[in-house]
């Protein structure tokens, strides 16, 4: 049993800033990747940034300089620092977390809830 929950969205202003978390718990023996995805309404799912368990990361392109992702392996939790956001960064944002579960010989991915990012013009 895995459980991943996300807090820390909300509405802002354009260029104010949040800081989503989410946190995974329960029958977990690694964790791998984590990462963040976003949705807005009537598009499809993208990446926003990943951060492997070396710390390397991957942004996309239009939140290079403004997003920052981290993790704390001793809370297995992956955070999202979001700065000078802009309208078009409004979105439900997931967290996803690849990991390894006690008794399974490969890595699934797990999705959180979603939390609702609002940027306000």
């Known amino acids: 049993q895995v459980q991943l929950v996300e807090a820390g969205g909300g509405l802002v202003q354009a260029g104010g800033s949040l800081r989503l978390s989410c946190a995974a718990s329960?029958?977990?023996?690694?964790?791998?990747?984590m990462g963040w995805y976003r949705q807005a309404p009537g598009k499809q799912r993208e990446l926003v940034a990943t951060?492997?368990?070396?710390?390397?990361?991957v942004y996309a392109e239009s939140v290079k300089g403004r997003f920052t992702i981290s993790r704390d392996n001793a809370k297995s939790t992956v955070y999202l620092q979001m700065n000078s956001l802009k309208p078009e960064d409004t979105a439900v944002y997931y967290c996803?977390?690849?990991?390894?579960?006690?008794?399974?010989?490969?890595?699934?991915?797990?999705w959180g809830q979603g939390t609702q990012v609002t940027v306000s013009s």
């Open positions: 996803n977390v690849g990991l390894d579960t006690v008794g399974a010989y490969r890595s699934a991915n797990y």
């Open positions: 329960g029958s977990i023996f690694s964790i791998n990747a």
């Open positions: 951060i492997t368990s070396g710390g390397s990361t």
